[in-house]
Nanobody, 126 residues
């Protein structure tokens, strides 16, 4: 079992930045790919970004490319989401997720992730 705890959410003006963190505990973090998803009120949970176990492969949704960056520090069992040039449409609850796969590969699909955090609210005002 892996426990995930997100932090760093909050209220920011459009154009501002936030950095989310996701700390993993419990079972070894080793080999897990990590993803970030978000869910706005009344909408489906959607993919934001994912990073492979090694950090060598990253994926981004088109809506965040060039503005968001994901990274990880495996020695700290932590993954990060740096969000710049935030827009009101980025407002959502952001979730991190862990995927156990034999090769540590990341995935776009939320169905591929085994563990989820409780989420952190990000609100971008116009």
């Amino acid at each position: 079992q892996v426990q995930l705890v997100e932090s760093g959410g909050g209220l920011v003006q459009a154009g501002g930045s936030l950095r989310l963190s996701c700390a993993a505990s419990g079972r070894t973090f080793s080999g897990y790919a990590m993803g970030w998803f978000r869910q706005a009120p009344g909408k489906e949970r959607e993919f934001v970004t994912a990073i492979s176990w090694s950090g060598g492969t990253t994926y981004y949704a088109d809506s965040v490319k060039g503005r968001f960056t994901t990274s990880r520090a495996n020695a700290k069992n932590t993954v990060y989401l740096q969000m710049n040039s935030l827009k009101p449409e980025d407002t959502a609850v952001y979730y991190c997720a862990a995927r156990s796969s034999w090769n540590g590969a990341a995935s776009y699909s939320r169905l591929d992730y085994d563990y989820w955090g409780q989420g952190t609210q990000v609100t971008v005002s116009s």
